[in-house]
């Protein structure tokens, strides 16, 4: 599953080490020096009981991990000192595949560092509370975790998301305990009482076992302390767990932001490099600013990513014909949709006659803007192509003119739709197609009713977007 | 001197100071603001015969000026513009009480002919918003629509608002419009005022469907 050499050997090309020496950090030489199995000491995030330290230095020292560990278990019983130089092992040695150790970026987040000490000094004040009781095990066992608390701390902030996913994992069971009155079901509450119960009959049973009652002076002064510190420092635990929360908000909204952006950059930001680098030319820029509009706006208004085809119903088919004439022409082309219904054969040839009629005009109608209107009534629907341009004696046309006579009205009459031409020499054109629709299979309204709210939720999710 | 006085409302410097540069002859510009709150202090102030309103305001948008005008200040007229597409937003925008809609890419000259029309009390209605209303309008209403309200005349477009809207959404002016329905381009302007109306009035079931799937009231 994993194979750690294919990863790290290229990273470490070997004449580096041997034909420039001067090239070398420190580091590198460090890591050369400690080489085990020809690669520098990495954690193995990917093998890992907690933070992949054994199962890292198993790898490079050629042991197995599971040595490694019983070892290390076995040290951390013998003294305290093993569980906090793990952590710090696991702050400063970079993960496979990572360039920079956990304990490089704690540095910069000073507000870890305030956490961590603060932590750590609690802790402190704990076991020297604890100390009154005169236990060595606190001595041996409690002190080094000091430096482990701060550590973790410290991992915990500045952790990258799949290591932190492992804490968590660790963390569950606590959280579960504490997590909110929501959550508390039936089973804690027994489990809670159990413990407490438990609890107590330990402590019953160590102080009689002591018999002496002299520690439970001392016993009680540590607990009135305690819950002083936690009266006052409640508040800014909970401070930090909902920072906690609001830090992984921000995240998703870093995300959300980083998506958007890079939209934008795909498009907006692509286009305004390529109208300032075609200011020379007023047409070209035109063009390039409409296309860009229409994009942004399918994406805005109707939330449909650039790119993506939209002919599966009448109105997105309109837009098509908008978009395609407007790059292939560069001709403005103003689109007003009202209603809107499923294509079907005879639909698809008024879209068809449309587009032709759409690029006739854009070709020979010297209009600065053409006006595509196309309207869905129960009973038949209506395209409308107008421009305010030269305008022709529709008797005068020659019947060589294919154009309009054969796509536009031949595509229209064998579908059983019609076709009207108004035009005047130095007025425009406008050609009106109506197409009727199929008396639809029972619901006929119902079949505009269902687009329509396609075509809600589609605006609704844009509007989600938008915000 | 029969100049509207006008006030600009657009968060975007740039395209306030664009309009101002364009319509500078032909109106007369009384101020600018960038915000719901100034907006209003301005208007009430200076008390313009227009105000440009642009629909995307950070402050709560522009509807939220025309509500805290229009109650004081019933003579104010709001010509919205905007750069969106949104339906719901220009909806809601008239439905607030503006007399007209135009996109931000209108010409400057179409911009001053509309806004000098606000001014004497007419309605404007891009093509845009024409194609909106027909939408919100549009298909006769299924037996369960005709809920009338108090007033049914309110929940249906006449055959002939329909046809002069038809021919708006299709790019024509009023003046193009008057000629091809042989009528006065008086008479456009009451047809498409006596829409205006409607749209705000009106409380059809349809339309109210149409609005509430668009999220408006």
Redesign the interface.
């Given at each position: 599953m994993h194979d750690p050499t294919d990863q790290s050997e290229p990273a470490w090309p070997p004449y580096r080490y041997h034909g420039h020496p001067r090239w070398q950090s420190h580091a590198e030489r460090w890591r050369h020096r400690h080489r085990g199995n020809g690669e520098p000491l990495r954690r193995d995030p990917e093998d890992r009981l907690v933070g992949g330290v054994a199962a890292g230095i198993a790898n490079w020292r050629g042991f197995s991990p599971t040595t490694v560990r019983i070892v290390f278990v076995v040290v951390s019983l013998w003294g305290g000192w093993a569980v906090p130089l793990y952590f710090i092992a696991w702050l400063l040695i970079p993960a496979q595949n990572a360039e920079a150790s956990i304990g490089s970026r704690a540095r910069h987040d000073s507000r870890g560092v305030a956490l961590a000490i603060a932590l750590g000094s609690l802790l402190a004040v704990f076991l020297f509370l604890a100390g009154a009781l005169n236990d060595t095990t606190v001595e041996t066992y409690g002190w080094p975790q000091v430096l482990s608390v701060a550590c973790l701390t410290l991992i915990w902030r500045n952790a990258p998301e799949s290591e932190q996913s492992a804490m968590r994992r660790l963390v569950e069971p606590l959280e579960s305990l504490a997590g909110g009155g929501a959550k508390r079901g039936h089973g804690t509450v027994l489990r809670l009482a159990g413990a407490a119960v438990l609890f107590v009959v330990g402590m019953g049973w160590l102080l009689a076992s002591h018999a002496s009652l002299a520690l439970l002076r001392p016993l009680a002064a540590v607990l009135l302390i305690a819950a002083a510190i936690v009266l006052l420092l409640g508040p800014w635990w909970l401070r930090i767990a909902r920072d906690l929360v609001l830090e992984r908000q921000a995240r998703a909204r870093a995300e959300e932001r980083a998506d958007m952006a890079s939209r934008v950059h795909d498009s907006v930001l692509q286009t305004l490099a390529l109208i300032q680098r075609r200011a020379d030319d007023p047409q070209q820029v035109v063009q390039l600013a409409r296309a860009q509009e229409r994009e942004l706006?399918s994406w805005?208004?109707e939330g449909r990513a650039p790119g993506e085809s939209d002919a599966t119903s009448f109105a997105g088919g309109i837009r098509e014909i908008q978009r395609d004439v407007e790059a292939r022409h560069g001709v403005p082309v103003?689109v007003?949709?009202?209603?809107d219904c499923p294509l079907d054969d005879d639909l698809g040839a008024l879209l068809a006659a449309a587009r032709e009629a759409t690029v006739n005009a854009a070709k020979w109608s010297g209009a600065s803007?053409i006006?595509l209107?196309a309207?869905v009534?129960?009973d038949q629907v209506e395209v409308?192509v107008?421009d305010r341009g030269k305008g022709f004696d529709p008797d005068a046309v020659p019947s060589d003119r294919k154009g309009l006579a054969e796509s536009v009205h031949g595509r229209m009459t064998r579908h059983g739709g019609s076709v009207a031409v108004q035009s005047a020499v130095g007025e425009g054109t406008?050609v009106t197609l109506r197409m009727p629709r199929k008396a639809a299979p029972a619901g006929g309204?119902a079949a505009?009713a269902e687009t329509?709210?396609t075509a809600?939720t589609a605006?609704?999710t844009?509007?989600r977007n938008r915000r | 001197m029969s100049q509207p006085r006008v006030v600009l409302v657009d968060d975007h410097g740039l395209f306030r100071s664009g309009v101002r540069a364009e319509l500078g002859q032909r109106v007369t510009v009384l101020g600018e603001a960038d915000d719901v709150a100034p907006a209003i202090e301005l208007i009430e102030r200076v008390l313009p015969d227009v105000v440009l309103l642009d629909v995307h305001l950070p402050g709560g948008g522009g509807q939220a000026v025309i509500a805290a005008v229009k109650k004081e200040h019933p003579d104010v007229r709001f010509l919205a513009l905007s750069a969106s597409d949104a339906p719901e937003d220009v909806i809601a925008v008239i439905r607030a009480g503006a007399r007209g809609y135009v996109t931000k890419t209108i010409a400057a000259a179409d911009l001053a002919d509309a806004i000098q029309r606000v001014a004497s009390g007419d309605a404007v209605f891009s093509h845009r918003l024409a194609g909106f209303v027909l939408d919100a309008f549009a298909a006769a209403p299924s037996p369960a629509d005709v809920k009338p309200s108090f007033d049914p005349e309110l929940d249906q477009l006449t055959s002939r608002e329909r046809e002069v809207l038809r021919l708006i959404a299709q790019g024509y002016t009023y003046k193009e419009t008057a000629r091809e329905l042989y009528i006065s381009v008086k008479t456009v302007e009451s047809h498409v005022s006596s829409v205006l109306r409607k749209l705000q009035l009106s409380s059809r079931h349809q339309l109210t469907r149409w609005a509430a799937e668009r999220r408006l009231t």
């Open positions: 706006r805005l208004f103003e007003v949709t009202v209603g803007v006006s209107y309207e009534e129960p409308a107008r406008k309204a505009p329509a709210e809600a605006r609704k844009a509007g | -």
